[in-house]
């Protein structure tokens, strides 16, 4: 059977196109070093969270003059600390790990957002500008009482 030569070329440009998906994708995951999300987190035990020197006493530390470090723990079904209170004017890296399920940490009205996954530290970092009070959620189905998740973030004056 002949083949029409536009068949024979679309056969060779489909296959083109396969071969060139599989190398790009080759490429870019191990060239380019590529890593699915949470592969360079660091990580920690639920189990040691207790013994933990930064998660032992969930926190807020002020670091530098406007900066500080939030340590914080979701568990079913509450953040500690319950409430984190940071100054007006300053940069704020939360540190968020869970001790049990996958939780998140969201802070209501603003695209501050993560999730929350045991053995995890999920690390973001946040300038509050002007003296408000937050809500902090839990946007995962966490258990039962996950729509009672809830904390506080106040940014004081
Ligand atoms: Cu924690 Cu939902």
């Not at 060779?12 to 890593?35: D, E, P, Q």
């Not at 470090?69 to 984190?84: G, L, M």
């Not at 039962?144 to 506080?152: A, I, N, P, S």
Request: hydrophobic content about 40%; aromatic content about 10%.
């Amino acid at each position: 059977m002949k083949i029409h030569t536009y068949e024979k070329l679309w056969l060779v440009a489909s296959l083109v196109l396969i071969v060139g998906f599989i190398a790009t994708i080759t490429y870019g995951s191990v060239a380019l070093g590529i890593t699915m999300v949470g592969d360079e987190e660091p990580t920690i035990e639920p189990d040691e969270i207790s013994d933990d020197e930064r998660f032992g006493e969930p926190r807020v530390e002020q670091v530098g003059e406007n900066e500080y470090e939030a340590y914080v723990i979701a568990q079913t079904f509450i953040f500690q600390p319950e409430t984190i209170e940071v100054p007006a004017d300053s940069e704020v890296t939360f540190y968020v790990t869970s001790r049990d399920v996958i939780h998140s940490f969201s802070v209501v009205g603003t695209n501050t957002n993560t999730m929350v996954i045991p053995g995890e530290i999920s690390t973001l970092t946040v300038e509050f500008d002007e003296p408000d009070e937050y809500g902090i959620v839990c946007n995962e189905y966490c258990g039962d009482f996950h729509h009672t998740m809830e904390g506080q973030l106040h940014v004081v004056p």
